[in-house]
Nanobody, 127 residues
Framework: QVRLVESGGGSVQAGRSLRLSCTAY????????LAWYRQAPGKEGEGVAT???????TYTDSVKGRFSIPGDYDKNTLDLQMNNLKPEDTAEYYC?????????????????????RGQGTQVTVSS
């Protein structure tokens, strides 16, 4: 049984940083596209960042230069370093994984449909 468990969310003021972590259990395929996805109340969810087995990373435009996935590919762990947080970053953040996806196919635009997603961790940024 696959489980993705997120941690590290919280409430911070604008301009501060947070680091989210995800631990995966039960991922049995040889490769995955790993991702972060967020859902804010009243808004459509969006893919935030992805990492594939070759270390290729993609980010949605609104977080480029502020968010990053540190380190190399490890299908059992995924972090998201979030710097210079803004109130519009407030959302529930989910870790997600799609088996067998890599290269150009592993990008933030496709995260909504990923097969596996965690329960989420709340990030709240106040102005």
């Amino acid at each position: 049984q696959v489980r993705l468990v997120e941690s590290g969310g919280g409430s911070v003021q604008a301009g501060r940083s947070l680091r989210l972590s995800c631990t995966a259990y039960g991922l049995s395929a040889s490769t995955y596209c790993l991702a972060w996805y967020r859902q804010a109340p009243g808004k459509e969810g969006e893919g935030v960042a992805t990492l594939d087995r070759d270390g290729r990373k993609t980010y949605t435009d609104s977080v480029k230069g502020r968010f990053s996935i540190p380190g190399d590919y490890d299908k059992n762990t995924l972090d998201l370093q979030m710097n210079n947080l803004k109130p519009e970053d407030t959302a529930e953040y989910y870790c997600a994984a799609e088996p067998g996806l890599s290269g150009a196919g592993c990008n933030f635009k496709g995260v909504r449909g990923f097969r596996y997603r965690g329960q989420g961790t709340q990030v709240t940024v106040s102005s």
